[in-house]
């Protein structure tokens, strides 16, 4: 099981990124995905889920209305689009294959001016 994140940068206040996670080594378009974020010293924060045929989607409170999980089972990969984006997101990004240990590498995001 392989899971690639790309996608995450500097960014200004208020600017947006897209990141991409793409999977491989399961069948993907049967399994639910989820993004996590971590900052240093703090647990890992659960940020969005979407179900295997992108139904289903879920998003913390802290980035609803901000950020949208998507999926192309085509491509075999899943997405979270950020937009206005603050200061305090700026954490690491993972994907999950959810409820799994499978966990990507980790994309840093940085919102700052």
């Known amino acids: 099981v392989q899971l690639v994140e790309s996608g995450g940068g500097l960014v200004q206040p208020g600017g947006s990124l897209r990141l991409s996670c793409a999977a491989s080594?399961?069948?993907?378009?049967?399994?639910?995905m989820s993004w996590y974020r971590q900052a240093p010293g703090k647990e890992r924060e659960l940020v969005a889920t979407i179900n295997s045929a992108g139904g289903s989607i879920k998003h913390t409170d802290s980035v609803k209305g901000r950020f949208t999980i998507t999926r192309d089972n085509a491509k075999n990969t899943v997405y979270l689009q950020m937009n206005s984006l603050k200061p305090e997101d700026t954490v690491v990004y993972y994907c999950n294959w959810l409820g799994t240990g499978h966990w990507g590498q980790g994309t840093q995001v940085t919102v700052s001016s």
């Open positions: 080594g399961f069948t993907f378009s049967r399994y639910a």
